[in-house]
């Protein structure tokens, strides 16, 4: 139900922008796992856009936003740096309940969309 787009490689300092398209979903956010690391909570928006979370490492550098006619969640990206590296998951439900940062508050997820930042 989620399909997740907008990966490739990138040099240091450029940009990307990461697309989800999904039919009713509510909460939607953005996980990433690195090579040899844990899945991670990068960005999470509600229905209606108004409220957004970013991780500490991502803030004021990515840019999360939505147009429900388009059914379609956006992740602005940029100033990557080579610690963005990773496999970016788009996630959803249909009913948040407030703990937008945990794998589990969500029971859709797309396949990944790889992300490479060359330093």
């Known amino acids: 139900q989620l399909q997740a787009s907008g990966g490739g490689l990138v040099q240091a300092g450029g940009s990307l922008r990461l697309s989800c398209t999904a039919s009713?979903?509510?909460?939607m956010g953005w996980f990433r796992q690195a090579p040899g690391k844990e899945r991670e909570f990068v960005a999470a928006i509600s229905w209606s856009g108004r409220r957004t979370y970013y991780s500490d490492s991502v803030k004021g550098r990515f840019t999360l936003s939505r147009d429900n006619a388009k059914n379609t969640m956006y992740l602005q990206m940029n100033s990557l740096k080579p610690e963005d590296t990773a496999v970016y998951y788009c996630?959803?439900?249909?009913?948040?309940?407030?703990?937008?940062?945990?794998?589990?508050?969500?029971?859709?997820w797309g396949q990944g969309t790889l992300v490479t930042v060359s330093s």
């Open positions: 009713s979903m509510s909460f």
């Open positions: 996630a959803a439900n249909t009913r948040y309940s407030g703990s937008y940062g945990y794998q589990a508050e969500y029971d859709y």
